[in-house]
């Protein structure tokens, strides 16, 4: 494998673990945000939204955007690694 033809793989994987990230809190907006308290518990944080609706559409909006983006990047990782 070549440098480039590396890089753009581990690119595409990371792009594709991101993309089900995105897909994964856009279609269950209320785990992953209760994923993201569990984790800030763990570093003796408490994060609690101050409007629970609009945090779950914020959620699930930015999880298609990182889906959306992260679909892009395996493609341009793709394309690189030809």
Excluded: H, K
């Excluded at 991101?18 to 945000?33: Q, V």
């Amino acid at each position: 494998m070549t440098g480039w033809t590396a890089a753009a793989g581990t690119v595409a994987a990371a792009a594709a673990a991101s993309a089900l990230f995105g897909i994964w809190s856009a279609a269950t907006p209320a785990r992953s945000m209760a994923l993201y308290q569990a984790i800030m518990r763990r570093c003796n944080w408490r994060v609690e939204p101050i409007d629970a609706a609009r945090e779950l559409r914020t959620t699930r909006l930015l999880g298609v955007g990182i889906a959306l983006l992260s679909a892009a990047a395996c493609v341009l990782a793709a394309r690189l690694g030809r």
